[in-house]
């Protein structure tokens, strides 16, 4: 139980298009989803915390114009990367708190080219 | 803030063996929640194992366990019995009290395990 499905897990965008991650809990309601980057062999660093029917809350650094969460249902939140240039290449994981912890989606690896 | 530091960016283990990864943490909380993640090759993380600040008792999970130093700020992870299928990155974490809160990773450990 308690899956987070995450979409799509690889994608190549050209420079300057928008791309969009889907999360989606399975069997249960996510009332919050925490959206993390990644970079090779480093660590997750939060970018931001999506409430469903509210704005989502960014951590210092990220753009929001850039990074565009909506969570407009309980089971979905989607992370729209507007714009996109090549610095924005990385693996994006989704994470939902649960009862015993959280659940992550499998992540998205994003290129940029 | 609460941070998480992890001294070891890669260790090394041979099958059978025990090794343990280290973590400690900065937190003015009393009250609070700490993890160990694996990362394998995959990307999917995986929970390996949960400790509540309220709890004295360490936990364990089959061939993990944790050594917990509230005092020291100290949150080990021990691998008994290594298998060639624990290799992945680990990641220690916090998580505050407060509801809706993510997790606070640290950098990671890479740990290899040899046959």
């Known amino acids: 139980g308690a899956v987070v499905s995450q979409h799509p897990s690889r994608v190549i965008c050209k420079s300057g298009t928008s791309v969009k991650i889907e999360c989606r809990s399975l069997?249960?309601?996510?009332?919050?989803m925490f959206w993390y980057r990644q970079f090779p062999k480093q660590s997750l660093m939060l970018m931001a915390t999506?409430?469903?029917?509210?704005?989502?809350?960014?951590e210092q650094g990220v753009e929001k114009d850039k990074f565009l969460i909506n969570h407009a249902s309980l089971t979905l939140s989607t992370l729209t990367v507007t714009s996109a240039h090549p610095e924005d290449s990385s693996f994006y994981i989704c994470?939902?708190?649960?009862?015993?912890?959280?659940?992550f989606g499998s992540g998205t690896r994003l290129t940029v080219v | 803030a609460q941070t998480v530091t992890q001294s070891q960016p890669e260790m090394s283990v041979q099958e059978a063996e025990t090794v343990t990864l280290s973590c400690t943490y900065d937190?003015?909380?009393?009250?609070?929640?700490l993890f160990w993640y694996k990362q394998p090759p995959s990307r999917q993380m995986i929970l390996v194992i949960r400790?509540?600040?309220?709890?004295?008792q360490n936990a364990t999970e089959n061939r993990f366990s944790v050594n917990f130093q509230k005092a020291a700020k100290s949150f080990s992870l021990k691998i008994s019995d290594s298998q060639l299928g624990d290799a992945a990155m680990y990641f220690c974490?916090?998580?505050?009290?407060?509801?809706?809160?993510?997790?606070?990773f640290g950098k990671g450990t890479t740990l290899s395990v040899s046959s």
């Open positions: 994470s939902a708190q649960i009862r015993d912890g959280y659940t």
């Open positions: 069997d249960f309601q996510a009332t919050t």
């Open positions: 999506s409430n469903e029917g509210s704005k989502a809350t960014y």
């Open positions: 937190t003015s909380e009393s009250d609070y929640y």
């Open positions: 400790q509540e600040a309220y709890k004295q």
């Open positions: 974490a916090y998580r505050s009290n407060q509801a809706g809160t993510a997790l606070i």
